[in-house]
């Protein structure tokens, strides 16, 4: 079967995707990759055929506004943002290239809203389609509503009303840009005006969460077909190599602090590297600094403890490290999870806070600090905590073990499968 995997976004919306076009290929399957521009070189590295969209998410990212967003610290002013812009150039594109890229498709997996006519596409051509989240978005009595900032659990009515209201805002900024994608060139009518959860929940579709049950459990109120299936790992290519220079830097002292913050790019990343190499040296640590999107390592002037990184992969490195100083984005909170080493999370927007908060509820994490008001003093003290509480080491060796034991791209892969025998044997296409 030929399968499209639609995303968008950064390099942890991306890796997740190419992890299960590895799967789906080992299965039989005809998977390919539906992505930003940018990611070609990603996907061949890996051996997965790839088909750009027409965008280059990094420089979407490298955006005045978008940049003004991730320094704001605050979700909903992107929520605002979207709900009062009629139409959105970026949006409407995606919907376009998804369309040109899926011609030939014969199923379809989508990150959820991105992008947004995805979905109505494979209705439109009467294919299998399967959502996938990367965060707990579905409103449930058992879960705070993450997306809104709130990421405490309340009284189980509370949760129940705020995870609909969070659901809602999400809806209203991705559901114009698919409606009109549906009137102007499917010619389908609008989508259901409160979302799809109900729709989802009459035809069983499914909605694959990839990250561990271990991290987060499926609350007992989700749907049958809301499947919290593992994180999703891509097996590295046989030639991937370290860099001897980094080899010789690990080996030269004691394990060091790794500092990333992947795809986030913000308006003075300088000060913000000032900062933490500050408080590491304060705490006495070597460190490794990758640039990311955001060059960070960019313009400064690194002391001979400092090793500047352009990229390797994480599950080489992680496990390497005495503690990983990242922004709570899904994709490096897993890696660093699956190593078994504490985080120190300085989280910048979006979803971050939310496993922030939720790995330091783990105890695999110091309480998080959001990027915006670290200190040297702060940095100094979260790195000390991580690396001298021998509480915190067992804790994250211990969920680095369950989180090694799952399955999530083969649990993944085996889901899909269940789901296509059904709607293939369904009296009428769905």
């Known amino acids: 079967m030929k399968v499209a995997l639609v995303t968008f976004g950064t390099r942890g919306d991306i890796q997740p995707f190419v992890a299960l076009a ?73 919907n376009v290239d998804v369309w040109n890229l899926t011609q030939d498709a014969e199923a379809m997996i989508f990150r959820a809203g991105a992008p947004p006519a995805a979905y109505s596409i494979a209705c439109k051509r009467r294919i299998p389609r399967v959502e996938v989240m990367y965060l707990p978005l579905e409103p449930s009595a058992e879960l705070a509503a993450v997306a809104a900032g709130l990421r405490k659990p309340g009284g189980r009515l509370f949760n129940r009303v705020m995870g609909h209201v969070t659901y809602q805002l999400f809806w209203r900024m991705f559901c114009p840009s698919a409606n009109r994608f549906r009137r102007e060139v499917l010619q389908m009518p609008p989508l259901p005006f409160f979302g799809l959860l109900g729709e989802y929940a009459r035809l069983g579709q499914p909605t694959f969460y990839a990250y561990s049950p271990s991290v987060l459990p499926k609350p007992s109120d989700w749907r049958p077909d809301a499947h919290v299936i593992g994180y999703l790992f891509a097996e590295e290519p ?26 986030m790019v913000s308006a003075d990343p300088r000060r913000s590297v000032a900062i933490l190499l500050e408080g590491l040296r304060r705490a006495g ?25 352009e990229e390797t992969p994480f599950g080489w490195l992680f496990p390497r490290m005495a503690a990983v100083i990242h922004h709570g984005g ?45 200190t040297p003093d702060s940095v100094a003290a979260a790195v000390e905590a991580a690396v001298r509480d021998p509480a915190m ?28 025998d059904r709607f293939m044997a369904a009296p009428t296409p769905r």
Request: glycine share 8%; proline share 9%; hydrophobic share 40%.
């Open 285 to 309: 640590q070597r460190v490794v600094l990758q640039g990311g999107w955001g060059k960070l390592a960019s313009g400064q002037t690194l002391s001979g403890d400092v090793f500047p990184l």
């Open 238 to 263: 046989p030639d991937s190599r370290p860099d001897p220079d980094l080899c010789t830097f690990l080996a030269a002292g004691p394990k060091p602090v790794y500092v990333g913050f992947g795809s």
């Open 393 to 420: 080491k067992r804790r994250a060796e211990e969920i680095g073990a369950r989180v090694r034991s799952e399955d999530g791209v083969g649990r993944a892969v085996e889901l899909f499968t269940q789901y296509v």
């Open 22 to 94: 590895q799967g789906l290929r080992r299965a039989g399957h005809d998977a390919y990759l539906a992505a930003p521009s940018n990611f070609a070189r990603v996907a061949a590295a890996y051996d997965v055929p790839f088909r750009p969209f027409s965008i280059d998410s990094e420089e979407v990212a490298a955006r005045p506004e978008v940049k003004r967003i991730v320094d704001s610290g605050k979700l909903l002013r992107l929520v605002r943002a979207r709900l009062l812009r009629r139409r959105h150039p970026v949006l409407d594109a995606l």
């Open 330 to 374: 899904a994709g490096t909170a897993s890696h660093a999870l699956r190593a078994g080493v504490p985080s120190i999370v300085f989280p910048y927007n979006f979803d971050q806070p939310y496993w922030a908060q939720r790995l330091w509820e783990l105890g695999v994490s110091p309480k998080p600090v959001p990027i915006q008001r670290i």
